[in-house]
């Protein structure tokens, strides 16, 4: 869950209006132990600006290999995707001893911030925006997985992190997948480490969190709890505490939604049980089947294609204030592990002042994206889990047992309470 720690608010953010190479910063998005997020512009002549976000590696880091290695995959990989549902980063750099990646910059929202005011709102998203998320995300994989180098050599990427917090949805309803941070791909194959685990406990699939081997069918079964959540708004595995989520994870065992919501269609029950299947020859086996049946499915149910219908739920969950401006936490990939995103800023249609922005209004901690897990459970085994499947909770609410903590410190609790065998390494 989101929890917010309150702060006295500036009236320009730290780093608003810095040169940075090439681009101007305007806003700090998030900060973490590891690297700061900002939104900024690349200005040119006759009046030429273009937002994006930059996300900047602190120099004490930057001559770390382990460090440096992983922010430059991220590049690499992130860098061979060029996809209209997959977030565009187009710029890798180092300025004054700084690495950076500059990505394209979405103004809208996360689903996992989506869904916690829909679930405070009383909106049931239902279906279609099931659907309409589920397509994009699918087709968004398919190409991923299947993308080549450029010699042809198989990139055979597992994202290892499909989670709602990852999942981007503009103001005109264009659904992107964000944070290749924690990516296995050739590109870092080699690298890869045995017996570790990287991602977030309630979206592995068994076989990510048991520490076997890992192929693109990981991802689906990570989408299926996606849409499973998006569809039912209950959580799927999320529990109390760490241990019974990561046991619950494990066991993958998942109830019917027609079980937990009275009503639902059979055929996309169908759909997102195969995704959901333990044994990965029972799943989907590449994301363009799971996108070619719930294009059959929207069809029988007579939906025109499009994001009008997720346009439609942001400008209901997040309407413009009484001065016309939209009201929305600029959308920033999550792997900033540690970090906290500087409150909801509201932000005019252009940008055309150097801090176009009201003061934030507090700190939201974001959930650790490169979370590093040895030892939680023997290879291939699982546990016993304990505990229903909870509704999701609104945005102010934080549960006991939260992956999201608001610094790097603070993962410690967590850490003890699992004992020796688990740590953190904050990557990003």
């Known amino acids: 869950m989101d929890r917010v720690d309150m702060v006295t608010p500036s009236p320009v953010a730290p780093g608003a209006d810095e040169r940075f190479g090439k681009y101007r910063i305007l806003q700090r998005l998030a900060v973490g132990g590891m690297a700061h997020i900002f939104l900024a512009t690349i200005d040119g002549p006759d009046g030429f600006s273009k937002a994006c976000v930059i996300k900047r590696i602190l120099p004490e880091y930057a001559n770390l290999e382990p460090f440096s290695r992983m922010f430059a995959d991220e590049a690499k990989v992130a860098a061979l995707l060029t996809h209209p549902n997959i977030v565009q980063v187009f710029d890798f750099g180092k300025i004054d001893g700084q690495y950076y990646l500059a990505m394209e910059w979405i103004q809208g929202q996360s689903l996992d911030r989506i869904m916690r005011h829909a679930a405070a709102a009383s909106i049931p998203l239902g279906n279609r925006v099931t659907v309409d998320v589920g397509l994009a995300m699918s087709d968004a994989l398919s190409y991923a997985h299947a993308k080549t180098l450029s010699d042809g050599t198989p990139l055979k990427l597992v994202h290892r992190d499909i989670t ?3 999942v981007l949805v503009s103001r005109d309803g264009i659904v992107k997948l964000a944070d290749f941070g924690i990516v296995k791909s050739s590109v870092n194959l080699e690298r890869t480490v045995a017996g570790v685990v990287k991602g977030k406990y309630a979206y592995m699939s068994p076989e990510q969190i048991t520490n076997r081997e890992l192929d693109h069918r990981s991802d689906l079964y990570s989408l299926g709890i996606v849409l499973y959540e998006l569809s039912t708004g209950r959580r799927l595995f999320k529990r109390d505490t760490m241990e019974a989520t990561i046991v619950a994870a494990s066991q993958g065992d998942v109830p019917a939604p027609s079980q937990v919501s009275p009503g639902f269609s059979p055929e996309l029950e169908r759909i997102l049980l195969k995704l ?4 990965q020859d029972a799943r989907y086996q590449t994301a363009r089947e799971v996108h070619d049946d719930l294009e059959r499915f929207r069809g029988t149910q007579h939906w025109t294609s ?25 959308a920033v990939p999550g792997s900033m592990p540690g970090s906290t995103s500087l409150g909801s800023t509201r932000t005019p249609t252009g940008i055309s002042s150097p801090s176009p922005f009201a003061p934030p209004e507090g700190v939201q901690a974001l959930e650790p994206s490169a979370l590093v897990v040895t030892g939680v459970l023997p290879r291939g085994t699982t546990g016993t889990g304990t505990g229903p499947t909870g509704l999701i909770a609104p945005p102010a609410e934080q549960a006991a047992g939260s992956e999201a903590f608001p610094w790097g410190l603070a993962a410690a609790a967590g850490v003890a309470a699992v004992g020796s065998a688990l740590f953190w390494l904050f990557v990003a």
Do not use: I, Q, W, Y
């Open 164 to 166: 709602p917090g990852n």
């Open 276 to 279: 959901l299947a333990k044994d």
């Open 306 to 330: 499009g994001g009008r219908e997720l346009a439609t739920l942001m400008a209901t969950l997040f309407p413009p204030d009484d001065r016309g401006r939209v009201s929305t936490a600029v």
